[in-house]
């Protein structure tokens, strides 16, 4: 008998190595079910009203917004840069340098690079991390990171609805993709500050999260009701739809081509992307599969792990704690492209934030 070897090999670490492992609980006094908390390879950053707790060695309490943290975000180079934002200021924090004053019995200071932008909803860096994309409301202002006085770069306004995602390309610095309530995403030209490409109605529910798949030029976009849309970016300003996914409907055949039974699933109307990051599938030398594209998919009760050439889920993995399943409120997936950081808010009696990691699993081809 035969079988897919990559269906075998999901299972076997499953059930022989444990593919996650708890690094952090803390118990929070407020619901904070929904805010952009971040993590990467040397530390893990938690709002706590107007401060941010960092945990690394050693430990930080980064203070110096004078109003509640609405978000944050960190680097997406090697160095250990955050951001975060309030209604008074953005605040770009050296972790290394906020470290190296700790250790001096200093207080760790960050630099201001913006003042009275409004509420801020989202927050992400460019690949250099020398702009700042911060959406408030239906703007998105482009803020230079790496100046010591405060730079607007760019404001751009279009959607009709408020913005709840803004993200750099990856292999294009100038291009810039915003999402909005208006269930639209629209494709920027930084340069001119112009529209590329306006995307029609995608969906019913908000979109709201974007991934830049460098190694074949495509993004994707997710939104607020399970749905999952993959584009090319051409250079003829337009974009081509390349595959479209129902999270919920691929679920319910991933299920029955697996035998699991409605008790072993999570109670779920609706699988909302909570965020989505790109994996790499390695063969038996350890080596990058080509032409391998798969996506871990955070979600409202799981991970699912996605074959976006064939629109088939790979492996699906249920939050499941002591008091029966579990919902995320909000996961941050790291840079690292072999290591995924799952930053994760458990809902049930108490308000728990899990902090997990889970390490890709190897696939040997045949």
């Known amino acids: 008998m035969t079988s897919n070897p990559a269906r075998v090999l999901l299972r076997v670490g499953v059930t022989k190595q444990k593919m996650i492992s708890e690094k952090l609980c803390l118990t929070q006094d407020c619901l ?17 009203g107007k401060k941010i707790l960092v945990y690394c060695l050693p430990p930080l309490q980064l203070t110096g917004h004078h109003s509640d943290i609405s978000v944050m975000t960190v680097g997406r180079d090697t ?6 934002a309030s209604a008074d200021y953005i605040i770009i924090w050296d972790i290394e340098s906020c470290q190296q004053r700790a250790r001096e019995g200093k207080i760790a200071v960050g630099t201001i690079i913006g003042t009275l932008l409004g509420e801020v909803i989202h927050l992400s860096f460019s690949v250099s991390n020398d702009r700042v994309a911060v959406c408030t409301d239906d703007t ?3 803020l230079n990171s790496k100046v010591r006085l405060e730079e607007t770069i760019s404001s751009l306004t279009g959607h009709l609805g408020s913005l709840t995602s803004a993200e750099f390309c990856s292999w294009n610095s100038n ?3 915003t999402t909005s309530e208006d269930r639209t995403f629209k494709v920027w030209d930084l340069q001119t500050e112009s529209v590329y490409y306006q995307s ?3 969906s019913g529910s908000p979109l709201i999260s974007v991934l830049f798949l460098s190694q074949t030029q495509l993004f994707v976009v997710g939104s607020l009701d399970g749905q999952i849309w993959c584009f ?4 003829e300003k337009s974009c081509r739809l390349v595959t479209k996914t129902d999270l919920q409907k691929t679920e319910k055949r991933h299920r029955i081509l697996s035998y699991i039974t409605p008790s072993q699933q999570a109670f779920s109307i609706v699988n909302c992307v909570l965020g989505v990051k790109f994996c790499l599938i390695f063969d038996c030398l350890c080596y990058p599969c080509r032409n391998s594209c798969w996506l871990c998919i955070g979600s409202t009760d799981g991970l699912y792990m996605l074959d976006l050439a064939s629109a088939e889920l790979i492996s699906v993995l249920y939050f499941k704690g002591v008091c029966g399943y579990i919902r995320a ?8 492209p072999i290591h995924i950081m799952i930053l994760m808010i458990r809902i049930v009696i108490q308000k728990v934030i899990m902090i997990s990691n889970m390490f890709m699993l190897k696939c040997v081809k045949s």
């Open 329 to 336: 409120g909000t996961i941050h997936f790291c840079h690292d």
């Open 232 to 235: 090319s970016l051409t250079d």
């Open 140 to 142: 998105v202002y482009i």
């Open 32 to 48: 904070v079910s929904h805010q952009q908390l971040v993590c990467c390879q040397s530390f893990c950053a938690v709002l706590n």
């Open 175 to 177: 291009i810039l993709i």
């Open 79 to 84: 160095k250990p840069v955050l951001c975060s």
């Open 200 to 202: 029609y109605v995608l």
